[in-house]
């Protein structure tokens, strides 16, 4: 059984609302209800339009090989214009500007079988993986992440 948390900042600047930390506390709330798995969707406004792309490198611990994998990839693709951070089996990628944003995915998700295109925008972010909210916390630091609202499971 699962639980649903949400939050929307109705403030005028909400830029700045710690809605990861506002959802995380929510979903610590909920985590009785069964502790199979936990992900938020943060909302947040991009003035510089970047891309933000979560993508899965599979569902073992060390992944290390695909994120070098697709670190060539990038290196190929972007040069050094791109920001790339790696957070358990997953890696988060911002990019200033992608004029072909689903070709992007498509050749991503191409580089190996288990690599997966979680979620990519400007505005949105999904966060999610088996286990509690607590875990989720402690892999990717969501109330460390800004926005206007948020969804939580």
Known sequence: MCGIAGFFDKTRDNRNSNVG??????????????PDSAGVALFSSSADHRLVMRVKLGDEEDCSARLETLTRFLDAHFGGGYELSNQGNSARLVVKRVDDVAGLAARIEALDQETEVVSMGSSLEIIKQVGSPD???????????????????
């Open 21 to 34: 930390q506002i959802l995380i506390t929510m979903l610590e709330g909920l985590a009785c209800r069964g």
């Open 135 to 153: 875990n989720l916390e402690q892999t990717y630091g969501v109330s460390r992440l800004n926005g206007t609202h948020g969804l939580g499971h």
